[in-house]
């Protein structure tokens, strides 16, 4: 009776179990049935080695056929729930499949809806740009500078519109990025004026190069550009004493400036696609940062910096110091 109890005790807890676990109770008949088929199946096995080699008493004839039946049964439920666990798995990995082939296709639609209106709208465009110069060179008239700079700001709008189609893609490769040398690139590639970059992080993280470099590309003009992005004076450009700092934190980095900061209640409404700045230009920029961070796994939230001006954290990030990587070469080579 004493081996029996163990076996006994599991087929308890596995069947209180299953109150909590993460099956579907369509699976219950078949886990019932690899239990109910093991527990007959030994059963009848040891009750045939029981005819021939009897015991001699009903009690340890007793005993063994109610050892063989726990030891079955929990064998065969054993059994059931791993295959089942093993369904499950394979389902949940199928739907995910369709789900990514079905995010895949909608993005490669609008890629190339957004190349085609792109591409449409940038013909009349330098028509119109075209036209704007030249009248400028024959007439110094400040609509047609407020003209040409609208102009501009079209065209700005359009390559913002294909980027933020592109960066929704979900990504299916990275590779190691030395984020210290992407961020100085990244910051070469942006109109900087007298503001200051400190740059302070160290790590390697996994991640697609090109779309990292157009989140930090986008950060840094919205910085320079507005002092912060989304901010209430989005019309003024910076100072020239602006400071942009990038460095590492728990799980990821972030981005902070010292500009005038967003006001708490717009600071999730400047990442959304439909957000307008107070020029009545659509903020895109923003848009594509978290269309990047949502397709690499990550979060992305907008704080306060220490100096009072807006603070970009982006988390969940695979990152890797130097010393780590380091150890990790090392221990390759050995």
Known sequence: ???????????VLVALWFERAALSPTQYPRILAWFAGGLGSFLLLNLAMMVAWPSGTFGGDLGWALFAAAVGGAGGLAIGVFEARAIARAVDAERHRLQRTAVEERNERLNEFASLVAHDLRN???VASGNVELARQEHDSPRLETTAAALDRM???????????????????????????????????????DATLRNEVTDTIEADPDRLRHLFENLFRNSVEHGSAGSQNVNDDC???????????????YVADDGPGIPPEKREAVLQDSYSTADGGGGLGLAIVQ?????HGWELAVTESDEGGTRFEVTGVDSRTEAAVADAEAALGA
């Open 239 to 253: 100072t020239g004493d602006l400071t942009v700092r990038v460095s590492s934190m728990d799980g990821g980095f």
């Open 1 to 11: 009776m004493l081996s029996v109890a163990p076996f006994a005790l599991s087929i």
């Open 155 to 193: 065209g700005t709008i359009i390559d913002q519109t294909l980027l933020l189609a592109r960066t929704g893609h979900v990504i299916s490769d990275t590779e190691a990025v030395d984020l210290r040398e992407l961020v100085d690139q990244s910051w070469q590639s942006v109109p900087t004026g």
């Open 124 to 126: 009349p465009l330098e």
């Open 291 to 295: 269309r990047i961070v949502d397709a």
